[in-house]
């Protein structure tokens, strides 16, 4: 996701709201049900952001799964927050400018098909510029505070997100789960709600932030030149962040990416962006972010109470 949006949710600073509702569910409405404690549930890419149908409130359509989030976030445009709402004093900013204030809504429980999480806040804000953007219907971002309670198998070949709920170990409480093989695996650390992992460029020590909200890869123009000579810009985008207001960048691809001798990336898109003022945002210092691209080339398995991610076998495809 955006840069303005990271920030914006990074940075909330908001007062709690209870919901008059006394259980308002969330419902995947496409979800598979695999096993009382599994559901696979499809999703739809849309510019580069995995995007699932569900129910909320009375509410019906489209989520962002975004582990670069901290908490769930709802659009205002779709949910109003009542009932002695007070917003902050303070203005929160993204890279783009001022966006707005932020207000909190106190959710009873949310279920995910058989799946219960009790006791939930989620951040109110305004989304409707980047509804606008992205011509799409957005209820709102579904992030890490839902997450880390899960095995999240994130698949872009077959377009799906397995959840699994694991105990206080990172144990799946079903054995029976993925039908693939495992490939490999690596630890990352976690700082506040980021994925950290350590991989090289060239040869060259890196520290990326893994997230599922980046609809591109992103590495820091301020890291040493040595670095920067693996990263070959050859076009200009437009990135529009939640306040409406655009900026351009210089995109390319980075070559020479790997996380360890075993796991290794092709060229993947990224964009030249200076990432020192997103601390906020991500809770550590980072020289870049891995989204979309790092994705779409490995089927991955995150597992946050064992800070490690897996990866499955592609699928062979016969013609």
């Not at 949006?5 to 709690?16: H, M, P």
């Not at 360890?260 to 997103?278: A, E």
Request: a positive charge.
């Amino acid at each position: 996701m955006h840069q303005s949006i990271k920030l914006l949710i990074a940075l909330l600073i908001s007062v709690k709201i209870f919901a008059t509702e006394a259980k308002p569910p969330i419902i995947f409405s496409k979800a598979e049900f695999i096993n009382e404690t599994t559901t696979r549930i499809p999703f739809k890419v849309i510019d580069h952001l995995i995007v699932v149908e569900a129910q909320l409130l009375n509410q019906e359509g489209n989520f962002i799964i975004d582990t670069g989030s901290k908490t769930l976030i709802l659009n205002s445009q779709h949910f109003k927050t009542h009932y002695g709402s007070i917003k902050s004093q303070e203005e929160i900013n993204g890279v783009n400018g001022t966006v707005e204030t932020v207000n909190e809504k106190y959710i009873s429980t949310l279920s995910i098909n058989a799946l219960q999480l009790n006791k939930l806040n989620a951040d109110v804000i305004d989304l409707s510029h980047f509804e606008k953007v992205k011509k799409i219907n957005l209820l709102g971002i579904i992030g890490y505070s839902i997450l880390k309670d899960f095995e999240i198998f994130i698949d872009m070949h077959l377009n799906q997100i397995t959840l699994t709920k694991t105990d206080k170990h990172g144990e799946r409480l079903s054995k029976k789960v993925y039908a693939e093989k495992f490939q490999d695996s690596i630890d990352f650390k976690l700082k506040k709600h980021t994925i950290v992992l350590t991989g090289f460029v060239g040869g060259y020590e890196v520290k990326f932030g893994l997230d599922t909200g980046a609809e591109y890869n992103q590495i820091n123009k301020k890291l040493n030149k040595k670095v920067l000579d693996y990263f070959y810009s050859n076009q200009t985008l437009k990135l529009t962040g939640a306040s409406g207001k655009s900026k351009r960048v210089i995109a390319g691809n980075l070559y020479r990416f790997k996380l360890n001798d075993n796991i290794y990336f092709g060229p993947m898109k990224t964009v030249l962006t200076n990432l020192k003022h997103m601390y906020g945002a991500f809770g550590t210092n980072l020289d870049g972010i891995l989204g979309y691209e790092f994705f779409r080339q490995k089927r991955t398995i995150i597992n946050y109470k064992k800070r490690k991610l897996y990866f499955i076998k592609n699928p062979l495809i016969t013609h």
